[in-house]
């Protein structure tokens, strides 16, 4: 609390980035140990592993639509490692539950060891998932439920993303989106009422033909709020604005 008191007031802008900056807070506690890894003796698996390690070390730690191919790796890596108990370098502490877990123990053999099969196997799905080092998280991550795939930013939850999204396994290496963000709205007050942006997500119409079936989901993806009318002046301004009077 005392940080938040510090830092001023929260403005609209701090919290929709807070939403959509899309950082994957897990790079934070392995990210580094990984890189340390890459940059140690790889052996007879160096020309494997390189493609791996020169996606990670390029990747920008977030989840957006530009992200790079590593954050793929990194997931694989990621999913694989949860098996080995004691990969913690800094296990979790009560006391102290912002900072830990954290770091790779990658200077533990049964870690080093689990760590390079990981690396090899997530080297192996991408091959296999027909991914190359230049595509990008918006071409993997997508949404078709309107027909057509939309690029989608954002990713699982248990990476520490707040634009948590779920995910299965589409054709051609992508991934479909199930769940996840759906309907946001940012609000702040001044002197004339509250003043507020939103999206929907997953789009109003479920209907493919519908002009309102991928409308706002294209506008998630381009991360561009609307702006919400409040007073009945705003709400007549609309351009759509129509007046349906019903009588018994």
């Excluded at 008191?5 to 403005?11: E, F, L, R, T």
């Excluded at 102290?96 to 390079?116: C, D, F, K, M, Q």
């Excluded at 709205?185 to 493919?208: I, Y």
Aim: hydrophobic fraction near 40%.
């Amino acid at each position: 609390m005392s940080s938040l008191q510090k830092a001023g007031k929260v403005s609209v802008e701090n919290l929709q980035a807070m939403v959509m900056d899309n950082e994957v807070y897990h790079a934070g506690q392995v990210l580094p140990d990984l890189l340390r890894f890459c940059a140690s003796e790889l052996g007879d698996d160096a020309a494997r592993l390189t493609p791996l390690c020169t996606a990670l070390k390029a990747w920008d730690g977030r989840a957006d639509l530009n992200s790079g191919i590593g954050f793929v790796y990194f997931q694989r890596i990621v999913t694989s490692m949860q098996a080995v108990a004691s990969r913690w370098r800094v296990v979790f502490d009560p006391q102290n539950p912002v900072h830990t877990p954290s770091g790779l123990a990658i200077e533990y053999p049964e870690v080093a060891t689990a760590l390079r099969a990981a690396m090899l196997a997530a080297v192996d799905e991408v091959a296999k998932a027909g991914l190359s080092a230049e595509t990008r998280w918006g071409d993997i991550q997508v949404s078709s439920i309107s027909g057509q795939p939309v690029p989608i930013h954002g990713g699982p939850a248990g990476l520490g993303i707040y634009n948590a999204m779920q995910t299965v396994a589409g054709k051609d290496g992508k991934r479909e989106v199930v769940s996840g963000t759906s309907y946001l709205q940012v609000v702040t007050f001044d002197e004339q009422g509250p003043k507020a942006q939103g999206l929907l997500a997953f789009s109003e119409s479920s209907n493919p033909q519908s002009a309102h079936s991928r409308d706002q989901t294209e506008a998630f993806s381009k991360k561009q709020w609307s702006t919400l009318p409040f007073t009945e002046q705003q709400i007549k301004a609309d351009p759509a604005y129509q007046v349906q009077v019903i009588k018994e």
